[in-house]
C-alpha cells in the first residue's frame, strides 16, 4: 500500500476541502503513488479515482426525540431541574393558574346550584385572601363547613 498523504494534500486544495473528505479509489492506490503534480491530481479528479466525500455533521435525531419527550413532559424530575421553583414558574404565574381554577370551580358549583349565592360569595372572598392550596382544598373547606355533601355529619 502506497503512501497517498503528499496526493491527498494536493487533491484537497484542488477539491477545496479538508484532506479528511478527500476519498481515493482503493483499486487505484498503486497507480496514484506515481502521480506528483497537480495536473497528474488534476486528471485523476477527472477520471473519478479522486472523490470529494460527503460533509458529516452531527446528527441531531437524538436531540429532536429528546425535544418530543419534553413536551410530552417527561426528563422534568428533579434531577434534570436548573434554577429555583420560581425561575421555571413566577408566583403570579402560579397564582393565576390556582385561582383561575378555583374561581371556575366556585362558578361551577354555584351555576349548578349546589352552592348558594351567598356562600359563593363568601368562599370567592376566601380564596382571593389566599385561604385555599387548590380546587381540592377548597372543597374540603366547603364540605368542612356543611356547604356540599360529605362534611359534617
Not at 496514484?32 to 491530481?41: E, F, G, H, P
Amino acid at each position: 500500500m502506497a503512501d497517498l498523504t503528499n496526493q491527498r494534500r494536493i487533491a484537497a486544495s484542488l477539491l477545496k476541502c479538508g484532506k479528511g473528505r478527500v476519498w481515493i479509489d482503493p483499486a487505484s492506490q498503486d497507480d496514484l503513488a506515481d502521480a506528483v503534480t497537480r495536473s497528474d491530481i488534476r486528471s485523476a479528479i477527472k477520471a473519478g479515482v479522486i472523490r470529494r466525500g460527503p460533509v458529516v455533521g452531527t446528527s441531531r435525531a437524538r436531540a429532536r426525540r429528546h425535544a418530543a419527550e419534553v413536551k410530552k413532559g417527561r426528563h422534568s424530575g428533579p434531577g434534570s431541574r436548573r434554577g429555583s421553583p420560581e425561575s421555571r414558574l413566577s408566583k403570579k404565574d402560579r397564582w393565576m393558574r390556582r385561582i383561575r381554577a378555583q374561581r371556575t370551580l366556585l362558578r361551577e358549583l354555584r351555576t349548578s346550584k349546589k352552592i348558594a349565592p351567598s356562600v359563593y360569595r363568601e368562599f370567592y372572598r376566601r380564596a382571593k385572601g389566599g385561604m385555599f392550596r387548590s380546587r381540592a382544598h377548597l372543597l374540603v373547606n366547603l364540605r368542612l363547613a356543611g356547604h356540599l355533601p360529605g362534611g359534617k355529619q
